[in-house]
T-cell receptor, first 115, second 115 residues
Framework: AQSVTQLGSHVSVSEGALVLLRCNYSSSVPPYLFWYVQYPNQGLQLLLKYTSAATLVKGINGFEAEFKKSETSFHLTKPSAHMSDAAEYFCAVRTQYHTGNQFYFGTGTSLTVIP | DAGVTQSPTHLIKTRGQQVTLRCSPKSGHDTVSWYQQALGQGPQFIFQYYEEEERQRGNFPDRFSGHQFPNYSSELNVNALLLGDSALYLC??????????????FGPGTRLTVL
């Protein structure tokens, strides 16, 4: 079964510093990968998605992610953290079945931004 | 353009009771998926509905059932509530194309507390 692993349940960075949130996937076929952000007491908001068109994917709020097949990774980065980036981040993979598809989410990484 | 809406926002029930949660998908979307997100965890896929039928189901017991209406809105029903059913229940809508759904858009969720 396909799955995603997010390394580091908690990440703290200083305001203005680089943000790096790690995600590794297990997939026997080219995956469809997503990053979502969740603010307290809210639903999930799509940050970006990889659908094999380009390995470097740019998303909203200055985030981007690079798909590396050799490393089975899809890490999320942002050059300069802002206080408003503090939230929970989830990596997800879309599986394919003959009857349709399912989304599997990682356990999440909580990002803290230190002023 | 209204996004995905869910009702109610919060709900408190006691063990053994039954609950119904509701979801209206984003305009133009025909597929609704339901997720359970326990505290500190990523969303877990419950099931997906398209054309008023359940297409995919995750690893959840039969106490969890659903329905989709002709206007694409959906309900999640949980019978014989257990303490462990306490969670945030998320609804996600998407468009089915070529047998698969692409990006999912999430509602704000319903927080269910079982006492």
């Amino acid at each position: 079964a396909q799955s995603v692993t997010q390394l580091g349940s908690h990440v703290s960075v200083s305001e203005g510093a680089l943000v790096l949130l790690r995600c590794n996937y297990s997939s026997s076929v080219p995956p469809y990968l997503f990053w979502y952000v969740q603010y307290p007491n809210q639903g999930l908001q799509l940050l970006l998605k990889y659908t094999s068109a380009a390995t470097l994917v740019k998303g909203i709020n200055g985030f981007e992610a690079e798909f590396k097949k050799s490393e089975t990774s899809f890490h999320l980065t942002k050059p300069s953290a802002h206080m408003s980036d503090a939230a929970e981040y989830f990596c997800a993979v879309r599986t394919q079945y003959h009857t349709g598809n399912q989304f599997y989410f990682g356990t999440g990484t909580s990002l803290t931004v230190i002023p | 353009d209204a996004g995905v809406t869910q009702s109610p926002t919060h709900l408190i029930k006691t063990r053994g009771q039954q609950v119904t949660l509701r979801c209206s998908p984003k305009s133009g979307h025909d597929t609704v998926s339901w997720y359970q997100q326990a505290l500190g965890q990523g969303p877990q896929f419950i099931f997906q509905y398209y054309e008023e039928e359940e297409r995919q189901r995750g690893n959840f017991p039969d106490r969890f059932s659903g329905h989709q209406f002709p206007n694409y809105s959906s309900e999640l029903n949980v019978n014989a509530l257990l303490l462990g059913d306490s969670a945030l229940y998320l609804c996600a809508s998407s468009v089915l194309s070529g047998g698969y759904t692409d990006t999912q858009y999430f509602g704000p969720g319903t927080r269910l507390t079982v006492l």
